[in-house]
C-alpha cells in the first residue's frame, strides 16, 4: 500500500511538472511581441478580405506573415488594408473598402477597438494632439476628415471638403491634408488642431500636381510631378512654401521619403537619392527596380532606419516579394510578405 501511495504521489508530481510546462510553452507561442523590428501593411484584393501585416525584425533575419490572423483567433482583418497610425501602445489599421478602423496593441496585435462611425472611403490618417484625423474620400462622392478621440474612440465632428483628400500629415501640432490624388490636383489645406477648424485658404503648388506628401522635422515635404521636371516642394508648420527643389529633367516624380537628411523618390521604376541641401540633380539612380507595369511598378516603396523597402506585388495574383537596400542601393535581402505589400512602418 505505502508503495502503491509512493507511486501515485511520483506520478502526480510528474504530471504537474508536464502541465507546468505545458503551460508555459503555449503562453511562448501563443503570445509572441513584435518590438523592435518593422510592420508591413499588406494590402490584399480588392473586395477580398485578406489584408494583413507582416512583421520582420530589426536585424532582417526573422518574418512572419498574417501575424492579426496570427494573434486574433484567424480572424479576417478586412478589406484593403490602407494605412497604419500609431499612438502610444495602440496601432490603428485604416481598412479602405471594409470601411472600419481595427485597432491592435502594437505590441501584441491583439485588437483592442475598432472605428466605423462616420467612415464613407477612408484613405489615411494621423494622430494629433490625442485626435486621430482620418480622410474620406468617395469616388464622386462626399469628402471629409473625420476627427476621432485616442482615448475612447468616439466620434468628435467632421470637417467636410469640395476638394479631393488623400493624405494626412501632422508637423507643428498642425494637421495638413492633401487635395490630390492619382497626380490630380495640387493643393494642401491646413487644419487647426486646436479649433479643429482649416486654416486660411488652401495651399496651391506653383507647378505640377502632388504624388505624395510626407512630414519631416515639424515640415511638411510634397513631390510634384510635371511632364519633363519634378518638384519637392518644403511647407513650414505655419503653413508657407519656404523652398523648392527642382528635378530638373526627372519627370513623374513619386514617392518621396526622407531618411537622415536625405530625399529619395523614384521616376517610374528609377529611385533616386539626394542630399536634402543639394542643389544638383542627381544624374543616375541609386536602384533599378523590377518593372510591374504602368500599375504596379514600386508599389511599395519606404525608407527606414537608412533601409529601402520595395515591394513586387506580382500583380496582385500572389505574394509580395520585398527587396530591402542600403541607401547607396545595394541590395541586402529579399523576402516573400502577403498580397499587395505597400508600406514599412518601424515598431
Known sequence: ????????????????FNISCSSEYEEMVTSPTYENGYLITNEGNFGVPNADVSFITKDLNFVQNDIYKANNANENLGDVLQTIAYSGDQAYLLLNNSNKIQVVNR???????????????????AVANNMLYVSNDRYNGPKSVNIYRTSDLSFVKKINFTDTVERVVVAGGNVFVQNS??????????????????????????NGNINK???????VY????????SYIYQISAAGAIVKTTTLTGIANGTHLQIDNGRFFFSSYNKIYSMDMNATAVPATPIITAV?????????????????????DVKSFTEASE?????????LITKFKTGMGSTSVYPN
Not at 107 to 118: D, L, M, P, V
Not at 291 to 311: A, H, M, N, P
Not at 322 to 330: A, E, I, P
Open 1 to 16: 500500500m505505502k508503495i502503491t501511495r509512493f507511486l501515485q504521489l511520483i506520478l502526480g508530481l510528474v504530471l504537474l
Open 107 to 125: 505590441y501584441t496585435f491583439k485588437k483592442t477597438g475598432e472605428i466605423t462611425s462616420q467612415l464613407d472611403n477612408p484613405r489615411y490618417m
Open 181 to 206: 490624388t492619382y497626380s490630380f490636383g495640387n493643393k494642401i489645406t491646413k487644419i487647426n488642431t486646436t479649433t479643429n477648424e482649416i486654416e486660411g485658404t488652401p495651399i496651391a503648388l506653383p
Open 213 to 219: 506628401t510626407i512630414a519631416y522635422n515639424n515640415n
Open 222 to 229: 510634397t513631390i510634384a510631378e510635371g511632364t519633363t521636371d
Open 291 to 311: 518593372d510591374g507595369g504602368q500599375y504596379f511598378t514600386l508599389y511599395g516603396f519606404s525608407v527606414v532606419d537608412g533601409r529601402i523597402f520595395t515591394s
Open 322 to 330: 520585398m527587396s530591402v537596400y542600403t541607401t547607396s542601393g545595394t
